[in-house]
């Protein structure tokens, strides 16, 4: 008899080690005859879909592709015959995960990687930067929307979301209070918001089929088995290489697959190295965002109690004493409290 696929599905936001996630699940050893690999797959107008309620589009275009690229594999193997492996993050707008676990149900996995939210918003404004040769004219954003303001023009990643009225994908977990308010934040705080906002969709996600039992998403790593009608989720945090590493192959384990001997490294974490970066900027953009924001307790909580802000160490320019006493000096002006955690380089 054919076993059923299964479907495995990536929640980030991007630029947090999809990539290299996603390669090392497809290496052998894992408990599937064979793997359909769709990294990054849209379906036909996905990125402009508007917010589907009902999952109509979802159900129509995507799920039906789904099921016909993986109609033509082998089902004779062990435990699933058919993997489907998409760990990218395409498919983040409007309500497609949702409608994705919804109906897809135990038959579906989804990974949460989590990464440092100040590395996400810095890859993300680093490699847009260099994409649009540095115009100074150019505001890098996560909205897909065309916007011109006062002549200045926007430019955004592939796919991502933003709250932002123009965007026409629906609600949002983090709404801002207007487009003006949004259209002052910089570019990194814009992605930090980005950051933030799949992170309390994932809880979101989990809480649909209550799957955390009420309890906020962990920074270490969780396995939520599916049950009958129910996703199995997965998540895990990394912050260095080191933590990237050890990642996927516990991701691995959870799958039921065998450790892989060699990280397929995608993109390889860039080192800043000699202490060049401006932590203590990163900290002050951070404060003024939440400060916009004006998160309540329950959000604080699913943002930031169990995952705090990790600052590396060994590249930032300041040390350790002195990151924390900016954050004791932020946390005063902007009456605020501040989660965070020091990589080894800064002890």
Not at 84 to 92: E, I, T
Not at 94 to 104: K, Q, V
Not at 204 to 217: D, K, Q, T
């Amino acid at each position: 008899m054919a076993h059923r696929p299964l479907f495995i599905f990536g929640h980030s936001t991007g630029h947090s080690g999809t990539g290299t996630f996603h390669q090392s699940i497809i290496q052998p050893g894992c408990p599937w005859s064979a793997v359909v690999d769709e990294f990054e797959y849209l379906a036909d107008g996905e990125k402009t879909w508007p917010y589907d309620a009902e999952c109509s589009l979802v159900q129509k275009k995507l799920i039906q592709h789904l099921y016909s690229v993986v109609a033509n594999k082998t089902t004779v193997g062990l435990g699933h015959g058919v993997a489907y492996v998409d760990l990218g993050h395409f498919h983040n707008r409007g309500r497609t995960l949702e409608c994705l676990a919804t109906h897809l149900k135990e038959n579906s996995i989804f990974i949460h990687i989590r990464r440092n939210r100040y590395s996400i918003a810095r890859s993300f404004t680093d490699s847009m930067t260099r994409l649009t040769n540095s115009d100074p004219k150019t505001k890098i954003t996560p909205c897909m929307s065309r916007i011109v303001i006062e002549g200045q023009e926007f430019a955004h990643p592939h796919v991502s979301i933003c709250p932002r009225s123009t965007e026409n994908s629906g609600r949002v977990d983090l709404p801002v209070p207007n487009d003006t308010v949004w259209d002052s934040l910089t570019s990194f705080q814009q992605f930090l918001w980005y950051a933030d906002e799949m992170e309390h969709r994932w809880h979101s996600l989990l809480m649909m089929f209550n799957s955390s039992n009420g309890a906020i998403s962990s920074a270490l790593p969780q396995h939520v088995p599916g049950t009958s009608g129910k996703p199995t989720f997965i998540e895990v945090t990394w912050n260095n290489e080191k933590e990237l590493e050890s990642g996927v192959n516990w991701v691995r384990k959870q799958l039921g697959c065998s450790p892989v001997k060699a990280l397929v490294n995608q993109h390889p974490h860039v080192k800043h190295k000699g202490g060049m970066l401006n932590c203590s900027r990163y900290l002050w953009e951070d404060f003024q965002y939440r400060t916009v924001m004006n998160f309540n307790a329950k959000k604080n909580d699913i943002l930031f109690s169990n995952a705090p802000q990790y600052l590396g160490g060994e590249e930032c320019s300041e040390t350790k004493s002195e990151l924390e006493q900016k954050i004791r000096e932020f946390s005063l002006l902007f009456r605020l409290e501040f989660n965070s955690i020091f990589s080894d380089g800064n002890m």
